[in-house]
């Protein structure tokens, strides 16, 4: 027996702690009502009671949904809501406290928006008819949106879902409108007889105070979902192996289309083609946000391409959960033959400050032109003419090195055939102080400049694009660590350079730049001279290029120089970054760092060029 993992104290006490959380998350929105399990809005501690002017909204049930339904209160939304115990309606007592406390004799009366539940029905149409017996006007919308449940399954009928929220939405917003009672209660019904739901869950709820986890789906050890269960883990349609997103969408719509809605007394499809829909993708607790947009791709592709349906409103997130289960939901909401679709859309894009509603980006002109989304914006290119790219850019330094170009193309040649040499000594000091493909990776890289000096694809004539260019070549040809560290040295180099005096770029100036590229090299990778990488040849040998001598630069000391920092390395116990990291001092002691040794090798063979 697995023991469940939760944040909680006591479940006894879990939803008072709930609630004190929630109001430490908003002092100014919400208040409780005394004695019992009530949120309200804040407007209802004011002397100016909002029922005087507005139809006030009301929905609970148990908790173990949230957001639902605490985080839909807000102008526009619920005037408060009642919570129950977990998975457990709320008492009559305290559903009767909460329309007290909204609305009061001669005022605007209040809705109660309730799930389709027995316990929920019962406990709030008594308090409702307590509260017209003391002459408050007080109605009661059921929504019963899940349409995993057969119509002809018995007097008990579909569950209410994810869909009520939709019913908050808009009959919320008609009572900000000024709506009366039945007005709003109107449009309530009409949205709760409109809107269709289904959930999966590729794991059931385990809630919190459980003695052992609920593995249901998983218990015979096979990849299982279930289609169609409750958000209290209510069996679904059918267990099958686990599907694609792509088919848990299609599976999910054929369930919403087949069930239908009832149009002026018949059952009708609950889409049709050219319809506009409002699609609201619910994570019912365990799905992570990557997912949830999977989900909503296959769910919308799907309505658009093969049900030809215009998918103007996609909400995406939790929005009715059910503690943890890994699962997620949709409700389809179509504007078509429900009311007028103008009214419909104007109400569910009122704005609103219930914290939990997002709202939603909508697709203006849907069937006319496309998502502007879908449009791409272009890849800028380098080297593209652009008016703003090169406005105020400044030409590059002359180079003032004497035969700059031949002797560049003589280094590069030499450095690139004297690493592919050194693949096999390279590899043999990876293979024990690292992941052993230090030698393969630098092969690559010279293997990939060598070929592209030969194809005249580097630009010898300026460093500054030498540089761009070998980072170029770096960057298709050697992956990895080592491979990134040298481009960002190359580009480094490259702007140093760029951005270089006026009066143009001498060899010390070229030294300078092998300086800002080895320290860009330690401030993006974190290293440092001493951390038994590549920084111990590049360091000391930065430091040795520019010498003593202001007006020369000395190739053969920064090589001896990295030769001596590679060669340390051998004696260094400890690594602070890169897989060496990993080992211990008896496995590093002895063999030097394969970064560094091939830096002594550039270093060596520039050295010998210029001798």
């Known amino acids: 027996m697995t023991k469940p993992k939760k944040f909680i104290n006591d479940a006894a006490t879990a939803v008072d702690e709930f609630i004190a959380g929630l109001l430490l998350q908003y002092p100014n929105h919400l208040r409780k009502l005394a004695n019992h399990h009530v949120l309200l809005h804040s407007s209802f501690a004011n002397d100016d009671h909002p029922n005087t002017t507005r139809v006030s909204l009301l929905s609970g049930g148990g908790s173990g949904h949230e957001p639902s339904h605490a985080g839909y209160i807000g102008e526009n939304m619920l005037s408060g809501a009642i919570l129950g115990g977990i998975f457990a309606s709320p008492p009559v007592s305290s559903i009767l406290a909460a329309i007290r406390a909204v609305t009061f004799v001669g005022g605007k009366g209040a809705l109660l928006i309730v799930k389709n539940y027995t316990g929920d029905r019962l406990n709030f149409g008594m308090a409702c008819e307590m509260a017209n017996a003391e002459g408050l006007a007080v109605k009661m919308v059921v929504v019963a949106d899940d349409c995993a449940v057969a119509r002809t399954k018995g007097i008990t009928g579909a569950r209410g879902v994810a869909g009520a929220v939709l019913v908050h939405k808009i009959a919320g917003a008609a009572a900000g409108r000024g709506f009366g009672l039945n007005q709003v209660a109107k449009v309530a019904e009409t949205v709760a007889k409109s809107v269709g739901s289904l959930g999966v869950a590729l794991e059931a709820v385990t809630i919190p105070g459980a003695d052992m986890i609920n593995d249901r789906l998983s218990a015979k050890g096979e990849l299982m979902m279930e289609i169609g269960l409750g958000i209290h883990g209510e069996a679904g349609m059918r267990q099958c192996p686990l599907l694609s997103c792509d088919d848990i969408a299609k599976e999910m719509l054929s369930a919403i289309q087949n069930y239908g809605r009832e149009i002026n007394g018949k059952i009708v499809p609950l889409y049709d083609s050219g319809d506009e829909v409002v699609a609201l993708v619910n994570n019912l607790g365990g799905a992570s946000n990557f997912e949830m947009s999977l989900l909503a791709r296959s769910l919308v592709t799907q309505l658009e391409k093969d049900a030809r349906c215009k998918v103007t409103r996609v909400l995406v997130g939790s929005f009715m959960t059910s503690f943890d289960m890994q699962g997620a939901s949709v409700s389809l909401l179509p504007l078509t033959g429900a009311m007028a679709s103008d009214d419909m859309l104007s109400l569910i894009d009122t704005d609103t400050d219930a914290p939990a509603w997002a709202k939603a980006d909508v697709w203006k002109n849907a069937g006319t032109s496309p998502r502007p989304s879908e449009i791409e ?96 070549a770096v960057s298709a040809s050697m992956g990895g660590t080592s491979g990134i560290l040298l481009e960002l040295m190359f580009r480094k180099a490259s702007t140093t350079l760029a951005t270089a005096a006026n009066e143009g770029i001498k060899s010390r100036d070229l030294a300078l730049a092998f300086r800002a590229g080895a320290e860009a090299v330690s401030f993006y990778g974190g290293a440092h001279e001493g951390s038994r990488t590549m920084l111990d040849a590049l360091f000391p040998a930065s430091v040795a290029l520019l010498g003593i001598d202001e007006s020369a630069v000395d190739v053969e000391g920064a090589a001896k120089a990295a030769r001596k920092g590679a060669d340390a390395t051998a004696s260094m116990g400890h690594a602070d970054a890169g897989r060496s990291n990993y080992l211990s001092k008896e496995q590093l002691i002895g063999t030097p760092d394969p970064g560094a040794v091939a830096v002594s090798i550039v270093l060596e063979a520039m050295s010998q060029v210029l001798s």
């Open 377 to 472: 914006i272009d890849e800028v290119y380098k080297g593209a003419p652009s008016d703003k790219a090169t406005a105020g850019v400044a030409p590059l330094p002359i180079v003032l090195v004497e035969n700059f170009a031949t002797v560049a193309r003589e280094i590069i040649s030499k450095c690139c055939d004297d690493l592919i040499n050194a693949e096999s000594l390279l590899t043999k000091y990876d293979t024990i102080v690292g992941d052993g493909d230090c030698g393969i990776t630098m092969q690559r890289g010279a293997n990939e400049i060598s070929k592209r000096l030969k194809s005249q694809q580097l630009n010898v004539e300026h460093p500054a694009l030498l540089f761009s260019d070998l980072a170029d």
